[in-house]
């Protein structure tokens, strides 16, 4: 046994480290339930492993334990108080292991991207993390609906949405594990620009201009590039048809069928593969050119999507940034705390550094739970968790004010009026103050106790 480590301690963690083995019984148990004229329990199959470890957890009798309900409302929390970021976005966390904690992060993708996850642990190990990605529903953060998870060996993830939508990411660790992780979200385009060199700026002509004085619309994108520039294949597929019409001159039509959508090049000047050819992405299928009712434009390749109807094309080629900042935050303070050394904004999120949560004044303390780029992302003592710029925070290591105890003051947990006690602080106790929130002070005393007492004006 270690110093300071009690028998409930070891007798907790060695509950949660034979979890694993529960969790296969179950699996093992549920493939031999048939249906019998006697009553057995329903067999429970997990839809993620975050749900199958919460099950184990239940099977283990560990419900009753603060730390198995801190972890369970923790994990309900991420989803109902995300933060709400943009693409390209990089983030250095932490985890207590003595602490039951999630993340949650929002973000929004277009129908045509595609998002890749990526989670990496600063000391790997055995540990077991659980990320699973939510769509939501009807714009409401009271429903959502879990579409995958992250792999369990890579942590990573990728997916493309059928729809432009909502998401959520939980991340959270089993109990009693936790450390340094990096999260990484980016988001790129799902098929290859069909012009070779060129990009979306050259496209002039977007989906739903209009076109014969209104009479109807763009159902496409116009990619202009040079008479006989190669027009490549932007995704696997097969060609279901070589033709010449009068609208669009000489035309391509490519069957995606990973995404069970058709691909239509139109003007070509050049048809360089027949029909029922397999392709690959970049192929070389035919160039540009301006034919058809183009002949009085300049050469341009007319590219749509047509999925039981016209899909706007755009954000399946059109390029995206995935290049993030420089972190300039030091990651050494994750899991310590800071002050403000003046005034200061705590910002709900990075994608909108306008939304302000609250101002902070010198000397307000907070916990460093994340770094990203300039910013520290931190947890009030209150629990509200925000970004503050790193520049103007300081280490807490010297206090800001020295006093000698003039009354029995007790000491307490957390700077709230119903916080558990601590101890009392004696008269004539010396006591340095670190920082400060609300009407109450961040504390150590002379014998190396931490906690918080009401300030003393």
């Known amino acids: 046994m270690k110093p300071g480590q009690t028998q409930h301690d070891i007798g907790f963690r060695d509950i949660i480290r034979s979890l694993s083995s529960l969790l296969s019984l179950i699996f093992f148990l549920s ?31 560990l419900n009753g334990t603060a730390l198995v309900k801190d972890w369970k409302k923790a994990a309900k929390y991420a989803l109902e108080h995300p933060v709400q970021i943009s693409s390209p976005f990089e ?125 109807r619309d763009h159902h496409g994108v116009d990619i202009f590039a040079k008479r006989h520039t190669p027009i490549i294949a932007p995704t696997e597929g097969y060609i279901r048809r070589v033709d010449t019409t009068k609208l669009g001159g000489r035309v391509i039509w490519l069957f995606d069928s ?8 139109a003007h070509l000047e050049d048809q360089l593969v027949s029909r029922n050819t397999k ?45 993030v900042e420089d972190l300039e935050a030091d990651v050494e303070l994750l899991g310590n705390w800071i002050r403000a050394k003046q005034k200061l904004f705590l910002k709900a999120d990075l994608a909108n550094e306008t939304v302000l949560l609250d101002t902070l004044k010198q000397h307000d303390i907070m916990k460093v739970i994340g770094a990203n780029t300039s910013f520290y992302k931190v947890q009030m003592p ?3 968790i925000g970004y503050v710029h790193e520049s103007k925070t300081e280490i807490v290591k010297q206090p800001i004010l020295e006093i000698e105890g003039k009354q029995i003051i007790e ?32 504390i150590k005393t002379s014998m190396g106790q931490i906690g918080w007492i009401r300030s003393i004006q």
């Open 258 to 265: 990973k995404r069970n959508q058709h691909l239509y090049f």
């Open 411 to 442: 000491l307490l947990e957390a700077p709230k009026v119903t916080s558990l006690t601590k101890k009392r602080l004696n008269i004539g106790e010396q006591v340095s103050v670190l920082g400060k929130h609300k009407a109450y002070w961040y």
């Open 91 to 215: 983030e250095t966390v932490y985890l207590d292991p003595s602490k039951a904690e999630s993340i949650g992060y929002r973000f929004d993708v277009k129908r045509g991207q595609k998002v890749m996850i990526d989670v990496k642990a600063a000391l790997p190990d055995s540990l077991k993390l659980f990320i699973d990605l939510y769509r939501i529903n009807n714009d409401s953060l009271k429903d959502w609906k879990h579409v995958a998870s992250a792999d369990q060996y890579t942590y990573q993830l990728g997916f493309e949405p059928r729809r432009d939508a909502h998401y959520i990411l939980r991340f959270q660790s089993e109990l009693l594990r936790g450390g340094k992780f990096t999260i990484s979200i980016k988001k790129v385009a799902a098929l290859v620009f069909p012009v070779a060199g060129k990009n979306s700026q050259a496209i002039r002509s977007f989906f739903g201009d209009p076109r014969d004085g209104g009479r």
């Open 382 to 384: 209150d629990n509200m």
């Open 31 to 61: 493939l031999f339930t048939s249906c019998t004229d006697e009553i057995v329990p329903k067999p429970f199959y997990p839809r993620t492993d975050h749900e199958a470890y919460a099950y184990a957890l239940e099977l283990a009798n």
């Open 279 to 323: 392709v690959q992405p970049g192929d070389t299928i035919g160039t540009v050119g301006n034919t058809g009712n183009a002949r009085r434009t300049p050469p341009h390749l007319h590219f749509g999507i047509y999925s039981r109807g016209p899909v706007n094309p755009f954000h399946f080629i059109a390029e995206t940034s995935i290049d």
